[in-house]
């Protein structure tokens, strides 16, 4: 079983729609939970890290941990064709070396 | 705001020759990584350091090293290039939560 589980896709949705996108993970010791933007041909893009467990907003964003479920959750609303990426999760422990990544989700936003 | 930098953007070597793909970051972090994706993969994870003079294997690190003399810098080193180099090359520091790359190194083996 890998450390961190996250469906590739593809999703595709319509412009505007909410975006939901998750990852299921193994290893209670996690304490930072990322998540990536990667476009095509550049490199991954830091979009927002929680710590813990709860929700952080930024803008359009909603990142969402649940540490009793080992689940965590992004949101994305009134989605945008601009939105079109791969999304990965990552995370690591708190005094852990190695960031531990999802294989990413490729959304397209159809306009 | 520079972050981490890498350089070349693009390099193409033949069979048997060696390289060094540079990567300097500037946010003082003590955590620095080297990865390799390959097309429509995820991220492989190839060193890593946590702090100067430090450093340890990852998933693939066969056929590469990497030096840490420095906080910034942490140089990968290709010897006896092969074609199952062809990837990607991105170089990360973290702190915390926050990890950040750089733009990525693209690499051809011929």
């Known amino acids: 079983q890998k450390e961190v589980e996250q469906d590739p896709g593809p999703l595709s949705v319509p412009e505007g729609a909410i975006v939901s996108l998750n990852c299921t993970y193994s290893?209670?010791?996690?304490?930072?939970f990322m998540w990536y933007r990667q476009y095509s041909r550049k490199g991954p893009e830091l979009l927002m890290y929680t710590y813990s467990s709860g929700n952080k907003e930024d803008g359009r964003f909603t990142a969402q941990v649940d540490k009793s479920s080992k689940y965590i959750s992004l949101f994305i609303r009134d989605s945008q064709p601009s939105d079109s990426a791969t999304y990965l999760c990552a995370m690591c422990g708190t005094g852990g070396f190695k960031t531990i990544f999802g294989a990413g989700t490729r959304l397209f936003v159809k306009a | 705001n520079a972050g981490v930098t890498q350089t070349p953007k693009f390099r193409i070597l033949k069979i048997g020759q060696s390289m060094t793909l540079q990567c300097t970051q500037d946010m003082n972090h003590n955590y620095m990584y080297w990865y390799r994706q390959d097309p429509g993969m995820g991220l492989k994870l190839i060193y890593y350091?946590?702090?100067?003079?430090?450093?340890d294997k990852g998933e693939v690190p066969n056929g590469y090293n990497v030096s840490r003399s420095t906080t910034e810098d942490f140089p990968l080193r290709l010897e006896l290039a092969a074609p199952s180099q062809t990837s990607v090359y991105f170089c990360a520091s973290r702190a915390g939560g926050e990890q950040y790359f750089g733009p990525g190194t693209r690499l051809t083996v011929t």
């Open positions: 350091s946590v702090g100067a003079g430090i450093t």
């Open positions: 290893n209670s010791a996690f304490q930072y």
